[in-house]
């Protein structure tokens, strides 16, 4: 079965630092990579997604995320945070046909001012 | 548009006691799930349905129950609430098919077991 791994529980990040938040996952076949966000008191959103093409993705908010398959890798990049970037971070991966996300356990961002 | 609607947002049960946490939305998504979110432990699947009449068990399934009668409807039952329970309960939907469709989340329903 796959499985999803993101190794930073608590990522904790002055403002205009730079990020990056890993994610690896387990089963080598054709996946779709997914990274929610999910702000204080808030549902899970889409921050950006990757199924084909351009292994360099970029989403929503200046974030963008590159799949390294050789690494089994799908890692989340921003320049420079800022204090709303304060969120649980998920990645998530859906098999070919399966129609299911595996969730990694998830990344809390604290950013402060 | 209202998108993935869950209710209630809020509920403290006792052991032992049932509910149905209701789910909807007006996407006319075909694919429907029920998530918990508990701390450190991400998002697990507890049943999905892949169309109206269709469901099925996810990773966590033991001590719930859902039904699909409708496409716009995906309720979870609990019949015998138990602490391990406790949980945020997320309600999903997609169109379905391959093509990396995202997944709509409900806002949440945060249900306390004592």
């Known amino acids: 079965a796959q499985s999803v791994s993101q190794h930073n529980h608590h990522v904790i990040l002055s403002e205009a630092a730079s990020l990056e938040l890993g994610c690896n996952y387990s089963?080598?076949?054709?996946?779709?990579l997914f990274w929610y966000v999910q702000y204080p008191g808030q549902h899970l959103q889409l921050l950006l997604k990757?199924?084909?093409?351009?292994?360099l993705v970029k989403g929503i908010k200046g974030f963008e995320a590159e799949f390294i398959k050789s690494k089994f890798s799908f890692n989340l990049r921003k320049p420079s945070v800022q204090w709303s970037d304060t969120a649980e971070y998920f990645c998530?991966?859906?098999?070919?046909?399966?129609?299911?996300?595996?969730f990694g356990t998830g990344t809390r961002l604290t950013i402060i001012p | 548009n209202a998108g993935v609607t869950q209710t209630p947002k809020f509920r403290i049960l006792k052991i032992g006691q049932s509910m149905t946490l209701q789910c909807a939305q007006d996407?006319?998504?075909?694919?429907m799930y029920w998530y918990r979110q508990d701390p450190g432990m991400g998002l697990k699947l507890i049943y999905y349905?892949?169309?109206?009449?269709?469901?099925d068990k996810g990773e966590v399934p033991n001590g719930y129950n859902v039904s699909r009668s409708t496409t716009e409807d995906f309720p979870l039952r609990l019949e015998l609430a138990a602490p391990s329970q406790t949980s945020v309960y997320f309600c999903?939907?997609?169109?379905?098919?391959?093509?990396?469709?995202?997944?709509?989340f409900g806002e949440g329903s945060w249900l306390t077991v004592v």
């Open positions: 996407m006319n998504h075909n694919y």
């Open positions: 089963y080598g076949g054709t996946v779709n």
């Open positions: 990757y199924f084909s093409g351009d292994p």
């Open positions: 349905s892949v169309g109206a009449g269709i469901t």
């Open positions: 999903a939907s997609t169109n379905g098919g391959y093509s990396g469709n995202t997944i709509y």
């Open positions: 998530a991966v859906e098999d070919f046909g399966n129609e299911k996300l595996t």
